[in-house]
């Protein structure tokens, strides 16, 4: 099992809708946790960053952490055309960026 | 635009062959880190600098090797090339060495040096 198992996608999705985009990992010793956004052909940039259990929510980003189920959301509301990117879930034990171990990545296209 | 600048861009280069990635990091920041991204393995940390010193090292390969300059840049050597090493190779910097988002260490990602082993 990876460390990090997360659904490629692509994830379709009208403008407007909600989207989850999710991540599952095996390591209990994570607590932080973060999501990075890559546009095609660009640098991921770090969307969102929580630590431990918990939900944090910026603009039309929610990022929710359940520790007991290993198990990480992001949600986007009001999905715009815009938010069409790679998102990156990544994690670690410290709060760090040399340790982190990164999902492979989810592909949303959210169509006008 | 991120500030962090690489080159080359695109790289295409045969198998047992040696090249150089260079990275300049934002202004004022000291820590640079670099990133393997390919398809099999996603995204992966190779190594850190700070400052000019070798801060911590992830899944590089003894064929890789970095440094940091004394004017900040870094530069990735990637030496006896083979086609698996055919990947996206990012570099990241950020103004501080260990904390993360958590301690307001943001960090930065340049476009990356697309590298093809033919």
């Known amino acids: 099992q990876k460390e990090v198992e997360q659904d490629p996608g692509p994830l379709s999705v009208p403008e407007g809708a909600i989207v989850s985009l999710n991540c599952t990992y095996s390591?209990?010793?994570?607590?932080?946790f973060m999501w990075y956004r890559q546009y095609s052909r660009k640098g991921p940039e770090l969307l969102m960053y929580?630590?431990?259990?918990g939900n944090k929510e910026d603009g039309r980003f929610t990022a929710q952490v359940d520790k007991s189920s290993k198990y990480i959301s992001l949600f986007i509301r009001d999905s715009q055309p815009s938010d069409s990117a790679t998102y990156l879930c990544?994690?670690?034990?410290?709060?760090?960026?040399?340790?982190?171990?990164f999902g492979k990545g989810t592909m949303l296209l959210v169509s006008p | 635009d991120s500030g962090v600048t690489q080159t080359p861009k695109h790289l295409i280069t045969a198998t047992g062959q040696r090249v150089t990635l260079r990275c300049s990091p934002r202004s004022g920041d000291l820590s640079v880190y670099w990133y393997q991204q390919s398809l099999d393995q996603g995204l992966q940390f190779l190594i850190q600098?700070?400052?000019?010193?070798?801060?911590a090292k992830g899944n590089i390969l003894e064929r890789f090797s970095a440094q940091q300059f004394p004017d900040l840049h870094s530069e990735l050597n990637l030496s006896s090339l083979e086609l698996g090493d055919s990947a996206l190779y990012f570099c990241?910097?950020?103004?501080?060495?260990?904390?993360?988002?958590?301690?307001?260490?943001?960090?930065?990602f340049g476009e990356g040096s697309w590298l093809t082993v033919v």
């Open positions: 390591n209990s010793a994570f607590q932080y």
């Open positions: 600098y700070y400052n000019g010193e070798e801060r």
């Open positions: 990241a910097s950020s103004v501080e060495e260990a904390t993360g988002p958590s301690g307001g260490n943001t960090i930065y």
């Open positions: 929580t630590y431990s259990s």
């Open positions: 990544a994690m670690s034990w410290n709060s760090g960026y040399s340790t982190l171990t």
